[in-house]
């Protein structure tokens, strides 16, 4: 039995994803995964469809979400497989972050319109489908603009290989730390939901330990694995070699199980083609099972 897998896939549940949970399913059947988790940004909306899709065409959806969480000052995003989306304790974790995120939403388009960026707030919420809006897919709101207007300031975006990462680019010219549309996170603790994990009956995994917001060092997995914490993705398109050597390293040493996700959304990362990851094996699912509590 083949037994390729991705934890981390996101659906149009989440403000910058694509496709349904049963095209996605689908897409899993057509790409010989053995098991999939969509893992939509701070909503549980593709359950539990996405495990009756799952279950009619032959892939084990393992149900999860990914949370925007904050720890020594920057943001960290956290999976949570095998979480329970009816438990009230994951509702209780969604309100509060869908709140923050819509209140830091608002203040930057507030603030790109101030510094003379053609976008409202009614448009970013209608496109991204009143979910709360992600700073890359405000990002790509313009960009789409721009394209149409042919609109100069933004030609360096989209032009040639940069149009693979162009909302990315704008998020870093823009949207981080001392940059002119920069707004402090206002997101969940970290310790605080890695303490409440538990009542979820969810697996928590660290997603994409190296990538260029958050970069977790090994003092800072230490301290996560202590306060709870259980994997690991190793295994992610935002890891060149040396980064899936180093943080597979430091998952063994510290006991966290490697998993894999491609973080896979659609258009607004052209880069990533579904079923196109290498590492993820379904025993990475079966050890995350076992450490359930």
């Given amino acids: 039995m083949n037994s390729k897998i991705d934890l981390h896939i996101h659906s149009n549940k989440s403000s910058d994803g694509d496709f349904s949970p049963f095209h996605i399913v689908q897409l899993a059947k057509e790409n010989a995964l053995r098991a999939i988790s969509i ?21 084990e959806v393992i149900p999860s ?15 949570l497989p095998f979480v329970d989306w009816e438990e009230k304790t994951v509702f209780d974790l969604i309100n509060k972050v869908v709140e923050s995120r819509f209140k830091e939403a608002k203040e930057r388009v507030r603030i790109l319109k101030k510094i003379g960026f053609d976008i409202s707030w009614k448009e970013v919420l209608k496109k991204s489908r009143s979910n709360p809006p992600l700073g890359v897919t405000i990002a790509q709101i313009l960009l789409d603009k721009a394209e149409k207007q042919e609109n100069p300031a933004f030609k360096k975006y989209l032009e040639g290989a940069n149009r693979l990462f162009a909302p990315y680019s704008f998020y870093k010219d823009y949207f981080m730390e001392g940059k002119p549309a920069y707004v ?7 310790l605080d939901v890695l303490k409440v994990a538990p009542k979820t009956e969810a697996v928590p995994v660290l997603s994409h330990p190296g990538a260029y917001f958050q970069q977790a060092r090994k003092e800072d997995l230490i301290i996560l694995k202590e306060s709870g914490l259980v994997g690991l993705e190793v295994y992610t398109f935002y890891h060149d070699s040396s980064l ?4 597979k390293e430091v998952a063994q040493e510290l006991d966290l199980v490697p998993t894999a996700g491609s973080d896979f959304h659609g258009k607004i990362k052209p880069h990533i083609h579904f079923g196109s990851l290498e590492g993820g094996e379904y025993w990475m699912i079966e050890e995350l099972r076992k450490r359930r509590k």
Avoid at 65 to 78: N, V, W
């Fill in 244 to 247: 899936k050597e180093y943080y």
């Fill in 65 to 79: 979400i990914e949370l925007t969480t904050l720890f020594d000052g920057r943001e960290f995003h956290l999976l």
């Fill in 184 to 190: 402090s996170k206002q997101s969940l603790d970290l």
């Fill in 39 to 59: 893992t939509d940004h701070d909503t549980v909306a593709a359950y539990p469809e996405a495990i009756e899709f799952g279950i009619k065409v032959g892939v």
